[in-house]
């Protein structure tokens, strides 16, 4: 079973404070993603990666970084943390574009 | 790129009573298509995934419909129960990237 771990669940962070999200696949997928959710808007794609390596902006990157040291690891970096950037962020693997994407149980971030 | 519209955001239907969400895509090159089924508090879990090869392909209690002339993709739960009640999501590879791209979901809400 293709298992993709999110850490924290939860997170409380203040205004002005660095947040770091961590993600690790066990799937050996080439092709990591973040997202976050937030109500009216769904899913939307944040950074991605296609390898170790590589990250590349997605349709909503202002405000974030992603680090992919590994094919196992993908980090979302929120230098300076801002209300607006309260949500629920999910993490996913995936091999090509044409299979399925894998995801994580997400991570619910405060920022007061 | 690709761009999938899904709709209605909100429905709500009795037990026993069928319901329908629809969505449409632009690129007419697209093959793969996903719906994903979200519960409260999860991540998101593959419901099923089409080719463009079947226009019909059934679940267990769903049906999914693929009209590739008008590009639109549908789910039809043929007798809905409480247990379908989450948030339900469409998503099309983006024939151009790495990425995959989905609708803004529909919050399905099943009354006993």
């Known amino acids: 079973e293709a298992a993709v771990t999110q850490s924290p669940r939860n997170k409380v962070a203040v205004t002005g404070g660095k947040v770091t999200l961590s993600c690790n696949q066990t799937n050996n997928h080439n092709n990591m993603y973040w997202y976050r959710q937030d109500t009216g808007h769904g899913l939307r794609l944040i950074h991605y990666s296609y390898g170790a390596g590589s990250t590349e902006k997605g349709d909503i990157p202002d405000g974030y970084k992603a680090s992919r040291p590994s094919q196992e690891n993908f980090s979302l970096i929120l230098e300076l943390a801002t209300p607006s950037q309260t949500s629920v962020y999910f993490c996913?693997?995936?091999?090509?574009?044409?299979?399925?994407?894998?995801f994580g149980k997400g991570t619910r971030l405060t920022v007061v | 790129g690709e761009q999938v519209e899904q709709r209605p955001p909100h429905l709500s239907v009795r037990e026993g009573d069928s319901a329908v969400i629809i969505c449409t895509y632009t690129?007419?090159?697209?093959?793969?298509f996903f719906w994903y089924k979200q519960e409260p508090g999860a991540g998101l879990q593959l419901l099923m995934k089409v080719f463009s090869s079947t226009e019909i392909n059934e679940g267990q209690g769903f049906t999914v419909l693929l009209n590739k002339k008008d590009k639109q993709l549908s789910l039809n739960l043929t007798a809905a129960h409480p247990g379908d009640s989450a948030v339900y999501f469409c998503a099309v590879p983006d024939t151009n990237a790495y990425k995959v791209i989905f609708g803004k979901g529909t919050h399905l809400h099943v009354l006993p």
């Open positions: 690129d007419p090159n697209s093959y793969y």
């Open positions: 996913a693997s995936g091999d090509r574009g044409d299979t399925e994407v894998f």
